[in-house]
């Protein structure tokens, strides 16, 4: 009775495991413009049908960004090109620094956008892409009635993970490029110490000179 | 009284400060002055907050929503004429054809307060006479920032300058409403900006500097139609 009840157990597991890895699969397989689509979906369902996010309640929103959008960005990366030649500099241990401040300023920027969503919808262009690419560009624009169309275009690398996003381009400026400058002006002036410093001053509240 | 000298003591204050911030910043090839447009900047900062905003809140908490959209509409079928000349102007006449055919639309139907063209699909072109002097081959020039108009470089300021001399509203012999178009036409740029300004402030770590790379890289962009080259890196 015992041994019949473990061998179910057991193959029960085996079908969970096999589940499982086929849903891993299926997410590395799925291709980049597949994703944001399927990312941006969810978000916008969610933030309609949420009645705090729609009141602007600040702790719901950066959940709602914390589980459905930031697992698909490399955070890492972002902060690399925007640092430039600058990274190198950088030991590991501020480099994770670096990161986190980084990815926290975008969080609390962000989230102060996304409860302004309203009736906009989002058009997601085709992309050409050839099998073996790892790095692809996914194009969108969000229009919205009486207003012209935003470009909103994704870079996107391949990880063993699956598709991440490396930079946002709205209308034509490059979250990475723009903040390169500041962040080098801000290296030249105070060091990676002096950023690293301007950053968490930042996250903490303190208004920009 | 009082107030009118506290504004004062304001804006020397911060004109103080920009310059100081100025000086202490690596010059920029786009922006040779820096110092100079920091000071402005602080003029446009001070300014901004203690009358466009207020004007800006009472606009839009008085002005319902539908009729704000309205105005934009309004305003936007003017630039979209102009974006088809632009786009004639440049050699591009499928793009000119979209911007006409957007603004017959739009003027038939009651003179341009609603936007049918976009409901339909025809998308707004942007188009204007600082891409047209680019795509004729005038550099870009210094980058300049001027209070209340806000970020812009000499060719596109000079662009301007065309577009304000040759505007419609220009030809409206009733001066009282002329410069009531002028204002409402403030109001609503400003209006629209807003979001985007406060993204500035909670993005930036130098705002100054957060919205002159936005701004020449939009630019950029515009002038290439969307697909700029690579820029090369300074790295």
């Keep these: 009775m015992m041994q019949r009840m473990r061998q179910g157990f057991r193959s029960a597991a085996a079908v969970c495991a096999i589940a499982l890895f086929t849903a891993a699969v299926a997410q590395a397989q799925e291709s980049p413009e597949a994703l944001v689509k399927r990312v941006s979906e969810d978000v916008i369902a969610t933030i309609k049908a949420d009645p705090l996010v729609q009141a602007g309640n600040q702790a719901r929103i950066r959940e709602v960004m914390e589980t459905r959008l930031l697992p698909n960005f490399d955070f890492a990366r972002m902060t690399a090109l925007a640092m430039g030649k600058n990274w190198r500099a950088a030991t590991p241990e501020q480099q994770q620094r670096l990161t986190d401040e980084f990815r926290t300023l975008l969080v609390r920027t962000y989230s102060g956008a996304l409860n302004k969503y309203r009736d906009e919808t989002i058009e997601y262009k085709p992309l050409r892409m050839n099998p073996g690419d790892t790095d692809v560009t996914v194009r969108t624009a969000v229009l919205k009635p009486g207003g012209a169309p935003v470009q909103i275009d994704y870079s996107m690398a391949k990880s063993p993970s699956g598709w991440k996003a490396y930079d946002v381009i709205v209308g034509g400026v490059s979250l990475v490029t723009n903040y390169r400058d500041e962040f080098n002006e801000q290296i030249r002036s105070g060091g990676v110490d002096g950023l690293l410093k301007t950053l968490a001053d930042k996250n903490r509240g303190a208004p920009a000179k | ?235």
């Design chain 2, 1 to 235: 009284m009082k107030r009118r000298r506290a504004l004062a003591a304001r804006i020397v204050g911060a004109v103080a400060l920009a310059a100081l911030a100025g000086c202490a910043a690596a010059p920029s090839k786009d922006d040779p002055f820096e110092p100079m447009n920091r000071a402005l900047f602080g003029v446009h900062e001070v300014t901004d907050q203690y009358v466009m905003k207020p004007a800006i809140d009472a606009y839009t908490a008085v002005v319902p929503r539908l009729v704000r959209t309205g105005v934009s509409n309004f305003f936007n079928n003017l630039d979209d004429l102009y974006s088809g000349i632009n786009a004639l102007l440049q050699g591009k006449p499928d793009k000119a054809g979209n911007d006409f055919g957007r603004v017959m639309l739009n003027s038939f139907v009651m003179g341009g307060i609603f936007d049918l063209a976009s409901d339909i699909g025809i998308e707004r072109g942007s188009e204007d006479f600082g891409q047209t002097f680019g795509a004729w081959g005038m550099p870009q020039g210094p980058y300049l920032f001027v209070p209340i108009f806000g970020p812009t470089t000499v060719r596109d300021g000079a662009g301007w300058g065309v577009r304000i001399y040759a505007s419609l509203i220009g030809f409206i012999p009733d001066v009282p409403v002329r410069n009531s178009l002028y204002g409402i036409g403030a109001v609503d740029i400003r209006a629209q900006a807003t979001d985007a300004i406060s993204i500035a402030d909670t993005a930036s770590l130098d705002k100054y500097r957060f919205i002159r790379n936005a701004y020449l890289q939009r630019r950029r962009y515009l002038l290439y139609d969307g697909q700029p080259p690579p820029e090369k890196d300074d790295e």
